[in-house]
């Protein structure tokens, strides 16, 4: 499967993006969906993560703030990021597995065998 992202950019603190991630080459609602991060100079992190069924993960660093949603008759994951911080600054990826959601550790990024291009966001202070 092949996973394109959009919708980063160049935004101020306390605002909100949202990325959309439209897989193309699979059938989309057999994939476990997730999102990761990796900013300048630090490893890449796990970010979000949605079941096949809607089930959902996040990092403690973004949740209350980040909502995963899918809607598998669209064939498209999103990511919705409010109140972002400077820390929040990464190139975020999407990623796809077909592993089970009880049979793996979704928040690995080896979990992952697809993989987007992933997309810049920056948040300025």
């Known amino acids: 499967v092949q996973l394109q992202a959009s919708g980063g950019g160049l935004v101020q603190v306390g605002e909100s993006l949202r990325f959309s991630c439209l897989p193309s080459?699979?059938?989309?609602?057999?994939?476990?969906m997730g999102w990761f991060r990796q900013a300048p100079g630090k490893e890449r992190e796990f970010v979000a993560a949605i079941s096949k069924t809607g089930t959902k993960s996040y990092a403690d660093s973004v949740r209350g703030r980040f909502t995963v949603s899918r809607d598998n008759t669209r064939n498209t994951m999103w990511l919705q990021m409010d109140i972002l911080k400077p820390e929040d600054t990464a190139v975020y990826y999407c990623?796809?597995?077909?592993?089970?959601?009880?049979?793996?550790?979704?928040?690995?990024?080896?979990?992952?065998?697809?993989w987007g291009q992933g997309t810049l966001v920056t948040v300025s202070s």
């Open positions: 080459g699979g059938t989309f609602n057999s994939y476990l």
């Open positions: 990623t796809a597995s077909s592993e089970s959601w009880y049979a793996t550790d979704w928040s690995f990024a080896s979990s992952y065998a697809h």
